[in-house]
């Protein structure tokens, strides 16, 4: 998608009301636990200073559900960024009102204010028109650099595009488009997809586009279980969609019409139950034993996996491969994301496309490791599967 960004623009004097995506974690004391997201705004926020902007961030935190709620308040978010940039960053009481109006209209070049929480305002969701208008009326241009709520057509992201002449991309969005459109349109082979998660359901789409694309594909996590089921083998009580047994063959078949690798594992770790203290051992899949859960790969599936990774040239990750947020259930996955490492040291293109695998990856502390880890798990997806994000298809071609 050819798009124009910030480097098309003169932002001089501008008032640059930019749709960031500071949707953080913060701990009970409303401390910000991961602060990736704001990290990643940094070269387009400060391309805007260094130019002589003056910068407008909106963003949402959170689900507060239409009303002023201050544990949702973006107060941290601002504090932090005023840390990272070595500058103040005015925080605003709302996103819209005369009051706001004061703050942008005072800011000099080079200064940068905060909006409070869009989602303060169910306008914000509802894609409402006066909403946009009212936000679009504190800038003269708009970048969209949330690539994490780039498939939602919300006021902030896809309403106000209609109401100023200048909305352009960031350079956080460029970088998604350019690494997974890359992947997708111009990807170096051998081209190896792992996809992971609990259900087939939620990854059907991204599955049918891949199979178009890439020569092999990795499977992980619960929904190996119906594809299991569908070949007729026994497994346990693992969690299977009993409604997506035909369409787990009719998956098989087509990437054998493909001429696509789609592997699955060989063997499981399972557990009576789903928790840290359960006793748990590793089972070949054709011997899944009555009443246990399958709740990661097997060490014999995770070499074979571990080869696959190491002998491609482009990777994409999406998923993790066990019930990886409980230790002795994290191996398979963490050995894809060093896997994806090492591939990464000698030449391959790897993409970990967000979510619950960028989690993965942090927590295997190997995030600088990799290509390119997606900052948006839903709009990630969805661009994989070949639809349009509304917040991107509305910028200035």
Sequence with gaps: MQK????????????????????????????????????????????????????????????????????????????????????????????????????????????????????????????????ARELASLGEIYVNDAFGTAHRAHASTEGITRYVQTSVAGYLIEKELRYLGTALNDAQRPFVAILGGAKISGKIDVLEALFNKVDTILVGGAMVFTFFKAQGLEVGNSLVEENKLELATALLEKAKEKGVRLLLPEDVVVAGEISADAPSRVEPITAI???????DIGPATIDAYTKEILGAKTVLWNGPMGVFEIDQFAAGTFAVARALADATATGAVTIIGGGDSAAAIAKAGLSENVTHVSTGGGASLEFLEGKELPGIAALND
């Design 4 to 131: 124009k960004t910030l480097s098309d623009i003169s932002l001089q004097g501008k008032r640059v009301l930019m749709r960031v995506d500071f949707n953080v974690p913060l701990d009970q004391d409303r401390n910000i636990t991961d602060e990736k997201r704001i990290v990643e705004a940094l070269p387009s926020i400060r391309k805007v200073i260094d130019e002589g902007g003056r910068l407008i961030l909106m963003s949402h935190l959170g689900r507060p559900k239409g009303k002023v709620n201050p544990a949702f308040s973006l107060a941290p978010a601002a504090k932090r960024l005023s840390e990272l940039l070595d500058c103040p960053v005015t925080m605003a009481g709302d996103c819209i009102g005369t009051e706001v109006m004061q703050q942008v209209l005072a800011l000099q070049d080079g200064e940068v204010m905060m909006l409070e929480n869009l989602r303060f305002h169910s306008a914000e969701e509802e894609n409402d028109a006066d909403f």
């Design 289 to 295: 034993s009555e009443g246990m859960i399958g709740l």
